[in-house]
């Protein structure tokens, strides 16, 4: 069945270091991909999105692109701060299906 | 905002009773969904509804059960709680499964 895989946590950096949170997918065709960001006590959001192969999806500094050959969308910022300190869901959906598939998440503290 | 929210916020309550968790939206989204979050197995799909009536099960729907009678309130009632509830729900809206997923605040459940 379809899945996602992305790596545990958490991920502890120094301010202003660079950020990546691996994800990788199972599809039987081809998903549109999401990262979704959780802040402390609130609900999930979209962080970004890519619909097709080799889309890069981007916001707030973060970026990630759609690679169909590793079924890869790893998360990347080039610095980050303090207020990026949150739980990082990567999720899959398919075409013809209800339903998104998520992550377990992926909890980032970011050190002042 | 796709104005979600989500009644009450948080609720304890004991083993055997049942318990019936609203969530509200004004953006007349189509589709509305039931998760739990817990630590270790991040976000799982409970029910979803795609349209008044239209209900379907997700992955952890046994001791669950979903009504929609209208479009904007999608239900949620444990019909006898267990411990094993106890748990961090949400609800989400869509206009489609390609479509981004937005979150309410959260539902915080303690059965003792």
């Known amino acids: 069945g379809n899945s996602v895989t992305q790596m545990e946590g958490p991920v502890t950096l120094s301010e202003e270091a660079f950020l990546t949170i691996n994800c990788t997918y199972t599809?039987?065709?081809?998903?549109?991909l999401f990262w979704y960001v959780q802040y402390p006590g609130e609900g999930l959001q979209l962080l970004l999105k890519?619909?097709?192969?080799?889309d890069k999806g981007s916001n707030k500094g973060f970026e990630a692109t759609y690679r169909k050959e590793t079924t890869s969308f790893h998360l990347e910022k080039g610095s980050v701060q303090v207020s990026d300190s949150a739980v990082y869901f990567c999720?899959?959906?398919?075409?013809?299906?209800?339903?998104?598939?998520f992550g377990k998440g992926t909890r980032l503290h970011i050190l002042p | 905002d796709a104005g979600i929210t989500q009644s009450p916020r948080h609720k304890v309550t004991e083993t055997g009773t049942p318990v019936t968790l609203r969530c509200h939206q004004t953006e007349n989204h189509r589709y509305m969904y039931w998760y739990r979050q817990d630590p270790g197995h991040g976000l799982r799909l409970i029910h979803y509804s795609y349209g008044v009536k239209d209900t379907d099960k997700g992955e952890v729907s046994d001791g669950y059960s979903v009504s929609r009678s209208k479009t904007e309130d999608f239900l949620l009632t444990l019909e006898s709680a267990t411990s094993s509830q106890t748990s961090v729900y949400f609800c989400a809206v869509s206009e489609s499964s390609q479509e981004t997923q937005y979150f309410g605040p959260g539902t915080r459940l303690l059965v003792l």
């Open positions: 999720a899959l959906s398919m075409n013809r299906d209800d339903k998104i598939i």
């Open positions: 890519a619909t097709k192969a080799d």
């Open positions: 599809a039987t065709g081809y998903p549109s």
